[in-house]
């Protein structure tokens, strides 16, 4: 347990569905990220907040859809996805900056069919 | 963003024996982070390794940032099973942090 939860831990979705991944942390940090790991590709960068407030979306297409209520919990939420949007979608949270490192949740396994 | 090179892709070595990975850039680094991945599971913070020629030592992992902030390296000594696991580095650039594609280490028994 790193202190990022992420729920659910797997999920399968037809293209047609909506759903959304959740994150949650109580380290004390005001800033929290999505990435997205697929096979054989770097981790990209999707989006980051600071004090709740968006501070980048990195080209994301507009079917995935963040929210940041608060500083301990973002979500993702998800439509009309694509079979290659199947990942692993992963959560991180950190003090601003990054000199401290990012603290990651579990992740969600994503499979689109 | 500079783009990160990490070598090997892939390194399958026997319990006992040591290893070396590399990170390297065409551009100076701010500073540079590890991280291990293990199946199922997200990337943990291993270093932050932030001034050129720095050595850091964590165990049996060994940190080393290149005099140029341009390369680091990884080298683990007698390395175990448990330390099988993608190993990524992350260059770190105010808000953002930025991975290579990870050296994926099986250390078998």
């Known amino acids: 347990e790193t202190g990022v939860t992420q729920t659910p831990r797997h999920l399968v979705m037809g293209m047609t569905n909506k759903k959304s991944l959740k994150c949650e942390q109580h380290l004390g940090h005001n800033a929290m990220y999505w990435y997205k790991q697929s096979a054989k590709k770097p981790l990209e960068l999707m989006f980051v907040?600071?004090?709740?407030?968006?501070?980048e979306n990195n080209s994301v297409p507009s079917r995935f859809s963040p929210e940041c209520p608060n500083s301990s919990h973002l979500f993702l939420h998800l439509h009309t996805l694509q079979p290659e949007d199947s990942a692993l979608y992963l959560c991180?949270?950190?003090?601003?900056?990054?000199?401290?490192?990012?603290?990651f949740g579990s992740g969600t396994r994503l499979t689109v069919v | 963003t500079q783009l990160l090179e990490q070598s090997p892709q892939f390194l399958s070595i026997q319990e006992g024996e040591n290893l070396t990975v590399y990170c390297n850039s065409s551009?100076?680094?701010?500073?540079l982070q590890w991280y291990r991945q293990e199946p199922g599971e997200g990337p943990v913070l291993l270093v932050t390794v932030v001034t050129g020629g720095e050595v850091k030592k964590l165990k049996r992992l060994t940190f080393q940032f290149g005099d140029a902030r341009k390369d680091s390296s990884l080298h683990i000594t007698a390395a175990q099973p448990g330390d099988t696991g993608l190993y990524l580095c992350g260059e770190t650039s105010g808000s953002r942090l930025t991975f290579g594609e990870g050296t994926q280490l099986t250390v078998n028994p």
């Open positions: 551009s100076v680094f701010s500073s």
């Open positions: 907040y600071n004090f709740k407030e968006q501070t």
């Open positions: 991180a949270s950190s003090h601003t900056g990054t000199r401290l490192g990012y603290t």
